[in-house]
């Protein structure tokens, strides 16, 4: 088990453009997970005799499957562990199929210091065209004040 971050970036530590990114190829195996965590077998995801009749032609990845790369990149990344996932806001404009890479990125937009919020630019691409877009809202802390002996 590999040892996890206690605290990622404090508000300071922050500035407008920094940004992270991480992928994941998309499988049938972690397309049947999904649905067991989540509770949606939409056979448009399931059943690929179905998915074969609609206009996509083959089962795709749930669009939150692809979403939860956001989620990974800011509790993990940008800004990390400490942050408070606050609002999320996408357009799911095309979706990920199975064999796909799916390559999210969240960058820093605007900062609020006096509320310790970060708005952030959130993506997600397969072979470099945006499936999903939109903006995420997280709560940083900001660097404790160190105690003077």
């Not at 991480?22 to 989540?38: C, N």
């Amino acid at each position: 088990m590999t040892k996890t971050k206690t605290q990622g970036y404090y508000l300071e530590d922050l500035s407008v453009g920094m940004f992270a990114e991480t992928s994941m190829v998309v499988s049938a195996d972690k397309i049947e997970k999904f649905a067991e965590l989540s509770g949606d077998y939409n056979p448009i995801h399931m059943d690929a005799e179905f998915a074969a009749t609609t206009p996509f032609g083959k089962r795709i990845a749930h669009g939150a499957l692809s979403a939860s790369l956001i989620s990974a990149i800011l509790g993990n990344d940008l800004p990390g562990p400490g942050a408070i996932f606050l609002e999320l806001n996408m357009r799911f404009r095309k979706p990920a199929f199975i064999d796909d890479e799916i390559v999210a990125r969240a960058e820093i937009a605007e900062i609020k210091e006096k509320y310790g919020h970060v708005k952030m630019k959130v993506q997600c691409s397969v072979n470099g065209k945006v499936i999903i877009r939109g903006t995420a809202g997280v709560m940083v802390p900001k660097r404790p004040v160190e105690e003077e002996s």
